[in-house]
């Protein structure tokens, strides 16, 4: 592959690139693992991320769909759900939280580079081998100049706009299960130096059931510089006042330029139960942007509100697809996606 392109106008280098960039590919991983994924829940997660892949591919110009697969039953299971329309990359991985696991992507000076944090398990709770080094393994498929970083972060922990500004949660970065006893100067140094950061927005606490202790993916999300799409508190819920003290936040912020920002609130899918009877961490923020479709996670609750509601922000279709069986291994479409911007292609 020859030298990777110009992907935006950064204002900043280097700057991680936003999730609403232009794309070449989504990069996603076949559910597989038989400890994570018991019983009939490994069916239904290949359902959703098959679902998934087909909704991304729905609209003319879409970009192309890269699967990872772990091993040969693995490669024959995606073939038959997917057929020729997704390309299958044989990949070492863990579980298929490629979001929290690959790298993160940025522009510098005119080029895409990887950022290849270290990973610890979400805090030591799911900790996979193969999930260590899998950031690297994806960077050279991509062929592109990456960079190890020294500290723990996820992909799911921080939004960002591509002009500086990263959205993050106090209970996930500044956790000690994480990097010990960091304090939030350390953490935005950090951030500075490997994405960007100019500015970073803290918010408190994640959802009720989020075993990622609380990563913004399911909070608040950049839909373009300066607009952030926030789940609207909900009287009655478990997240009721997580909603109401993000948006108290968010209204009083300005992003890296010192510009207000605009608010799209999106309904709350209210109480979503697993399998034990207790709440997931059911949000439609957890959406993925595709190139010609955004993909937005769906619970049969107020489903059709929140498309609503987010369909004016996108110049292309916003489209429900079913996250159930996800949901219960964890998380949804952002989590388990990675976006590779212009300039690159595996």
């Not at 699967?67 to 298929?96: K, Q, T």
């Not at 059931?209 to 926030?230: C, M, Q, S």
């Not at 609130?265 to 957890?286: F, I, K, R, T």
């Not at 609750?301 to 069986?325: C, N, W």
């Amino acid at each position: 592959m020859g030298p990777v392109g110009l992907v935006l106008t950064a204002v900043v280098s280097p700057v991680a690139v936003p999730d609403f960039a232009p794309i070449a590919a989504t990069l996603t991983a076949w559910p597989a693992h038989p400890d994570e994924w018991p019983g009939q829940l490994l069916a239904g997660a290949r359902e959703c991320v098959a679902s998934m892949v087909r909704a991304l591919l729905s609209e003319p110009g879409a970009e192309e769909i890269v699967v990872l697969v772990r091993d040969a039953v693995a490669e024959a299971s995606a073939r038959a759900a997917l057929g020729g329309s997704a390309r299958l990359l044989p990949a070492r991985y863990g579980d298929i939280w490629v979001r929290d696991t690959g790298p993160i992507l940025v522009e510098d000076t005119g080029r895409l580079e990887a950022r290849c944090f270290e990973v610890n398990g979400w805090g030591g709770k799911f900790d996979f081998p193969d999930d260590h080094g899998l950031a690297s393994r994806i960077a050279v498929e991509l062929e592109l100049p990456h960079r190890e970083c020294p500290w723990v972060l996820e992909g799911g922990a921080i939004d960002c706009d591509g002009l500086g500004t990263v959205l993050t949660t106090e209970q996930c970065l500044l956790n000690r299960n994480r990097n010990g006893n960091v304090l939030r100067q350390q953490v935005h140094a950090w951030l500075a130096r490997d994405l960007g950061a100019r500015k970073v927005i803290w918010l408190g606490r994640g959802l009720v059931g989020d075993h990622t202790d609380g990563h913004v993916d399911n909070l608040a999300r950049f839909i373009e510089p300066g607009v952030i799409a926030f789940t609207e508190p909900n009287a009655g819920e478990p997240n009721t006042e997580i909603h109401r003290a993000v948006e108290n936040v968010l209204r009083d912020e300005h992003d890296a330029g010192g510009n207000p920002i605009d608010l799209v609130p999106v309904p709350s899918p209210g109480v979503v139960a697993g399998p034990d009877g207790h709440p997931m961490a059911a949000s439609y923020l957890n959406f993925v942007i595709g190139q010609a479709a955004v993909v937005v996670p769906t619970y049969g609750t107020r489903d059709a509100e929140a498309l609503t509601a987010l369909q004016p922000h996108f110049d292309k279709p916003v489209i429900g697809v079913r996250s159930d069986a996800l949901l219960a291994g964890g998380g949804s479409f952002h989590c388990i996606t990675k976006a590779i911007p212009l300039g690159a292609r595996p």
